[in-house]
């Protein structure tokens, strides 16, 4: 019995051992797991760390090329009409006013007109806004009159872009040339502790969530504007719990690196303001182009007030779709710039009856001449790589006369009405109209449809050469005076082929 007693307690020792030891190798390997966990967490924010960093520091925006008209030059005795420069100052979004008296405002008087010019800078030296005095009288420029007298020079017309795969647009403005009254509503709206925080801010997701509980809905955001550049310039619009965890890490780590001036700056221009056509309306700078049609330094307050609210949803708030809409939360805007001691209680109730004020013209398409961009691109791609017109911002200055272009398509269109109407099909057609002496080319027209993107029959369609060579047939037969004189006779079968060809090139119109 003995014996049997001390085997047992021996076995049940060596039962014992076993659950000791495992007890110290769960520790291990939970320590281990930590350590591997710990590794790749950091590895993972290294990684994050350096995204960051690479994109701020570097070239962050992809910004596309403008392309521009012909600047319409303005001088005493100039040859034109009064419809022509209204038509050219409508087109550049001027208002008529019963007085101007700011850049982009014309008013007329008579056979007067006073023009306060916007200013540009072209490519010789920029222009700033004046104000002038210009008077027409039987279609020609009688008075001239200003900053300038010797001539005015309008700015161009935009005539289209070349933009990066992404469809991205934006004007890119630096922090000391955006109103100060801008940032503040910014922050005011979108992050009031946007100086105190370090990329989120606890109390406002906690302000969001109780908001959203009480609602039954999301009906706010606790994101901060470091988090909104972050989801914007960095990351998808996935909802996702990954996505919002990166977007946090993330936020700390640029508020780490760079200034709040950096981050508010490269939000400022990074923010999307709405959709004109397949082009993304991007930052501040273009935002103000595109609903006001004028610099973002110029802008008013009701003007700043409803650029602030496109921020929540620019579709939502589209001031052309939904102006009702729109103007509920621009009011919204200007009571928050007025709680926050922005402007006084009699600027908050001159703002609130102000109208939108948006352009007339809020889908002009910049591809109203396709036949001549297709022109300018074909040169631009001789000399510059496809990725610099995507993305470095040059400015090309064009000679194409938005005048003479108009007069362009309004033969076109009149001669083929009257071509169609005996024809059994329709009719294409195509022009290039060039200068004299200069051979500059002023107008193209590459279809019937002068808007049409596709085929350019201007530039590739293949014709007889008709009564082109003449001129050299007629200098080959001079220079063999032997044979031919003014008065010889060209045979009848000769004649014909000649008669031939000349009657396919009568018609200025060919059906291709």
Same mark, same amino acid.
């Given at each position: ?7 047992n ?54 910004v ?9 030059n ?37 056979h ?50 070349? %933009?990066? *795969? @992404? ?8 922090? +000391?040339? /955006?109103?100060? &009254? !801008?940032? #503040? ?48 310039f %960095?990351? *998808? @619009?996935?909802?996702?719990l990954?996505?919002?965890?990166? +977007?946090? /890490?993330?936020? &700390? !780590?640029? #508020? ?20 004109s ?91 109203d ?14 000399d ?65 449809n002068?808007?049409?993107s ?59």
């Amino acid at each position: 019995m003995q014996i049997f007693t001390t085997s047992n307690a021996y076995m049940a020792t060596r039962r014992r051992r076993p659950a000791h030891k495992n007890n110290w190798l769960s520790m291990g390997l939970i320590v281990k797991l930590f350590l591997f966990a710990t590794v790749l967490v950091g590895a993972w924010v290294l990684y994050l760390d350096i995204t960051v960093r690479q994109k701020f520091d570097g070239k962050k925006w992809a910004v596309p090329a403008r392309v521009y008209a012909q600047a319409l030059n303005i001088y005493q005795g100039l040859s034109l009409s009064a419809d022509e420069l209204e038509h050219e100052l409508k087109a550049l979004g001027y208002r008529f006013v019963s007085h101007a008296q700011a850049p982009g405002q014309v008013s007329k008087s008579g056979h007067q007109y006073q023009i306060f010019t916007r200013g540009f800078a072209f490519w010789d030296k920029t222009e700033q806004p004046s104000y002038y005095r210009v008077a027409i009288e039987e279609n020609q420029v009688s008075e001239l009159a200003g900053a300038d007298n010797l001539s005015l020079r309008l700015e161009p017309q935009e005539i289209g872009s070349i %933009y990066p *795969s @992404h469809g991205e647009d934006r004007i890119i403005v630096p922090l +000391e040339q /955006v109103p100060p &009254l !801008l940032g #503040e509503t910014l922050i005011a709206v979108e992050d009031k502790h946007f100086a105190r925080h370090h990329g989120i801010s606890l109390k406002g997701i906690a302000r969001a969530v109780v908001a959203n509980l009480k609602a039954g809905g999301l009906v706010q955001g606790g994101s901060t504007i470091t988090q909104q550049l972050v989801k914007n310039f %960095y990351l *998808s @619009h996935e909802r996702s719990l990954w996505r919002k965890i990166q +977007e946090a /890490v993330m936020s &700390l !780590l640029l #508020e780490r690196h760079y200034t709040k001036a950096d981050i508010l700056e490269a939000y400022i221009n990074e923010v999307y303001l709405g959709q004109s056509g397949p082009r993304a309306i991007h930052g501040f700078g273009l935002g103000a182009q595109h609903y006001f049609n004028r610099p973002l330094k110029r802008l008013q307050i009701h003007q700043i007030a409803l650029l602030v609210s496109s921020v929540k949803g620019a579709s939502y708030y589209n001031p052309w779709r939904h102006p009702k809409r729109a103007k509920q939360r621009r009011d919204l805007v200007l009571r928050l710039m007025a709680d926050s001691q922005l402007i006084t209680a009699t600027q908050l109730n001159q703002a609130i009856r102000q109208p939108l004020g948006v352009s007339d013209f809020p889908h002009k398409q910049q591809g109203d001449y396709p036949a001549f961009l297709d022109l300018v691109k074909r040169q631009l791609q001789r000399d510059y790589r496809p990725e610099d017109l995507q993305s470095e911002g040059l400015r090309i200055f064009t000679t194409l006369s938005p005048s003479v272009q108009r007069y362009t398509e309004h033969a076109i269109k009149g001669n083929l009405q009257g071509l169609n109407q005996r024809a059994a099909s329709d009719i294409q057609a195509a022009a290039v109209v060039t200068a004299v002496g200069s051979g500059e080319v002023l107008a193209v027209v590459g279809d019937r449809n002068p808007r049409f993107s596709g085929f350019n029959r201007a530039l590739d369609a293949e014709r007889q050469v008709g009564s082109l060579v003449k001129p050299f047939v007629y200098l080959t037969a001079f220079m063999q005076p032997q044979h031919y004189q003014l008065s010889s006779v060209v045979p009848l079968a000769q004649n014909k082929i000649a008669k031939h060809r000349y009657s396919m090139t009568v018609m200025p119109y060919s059906a291709i």
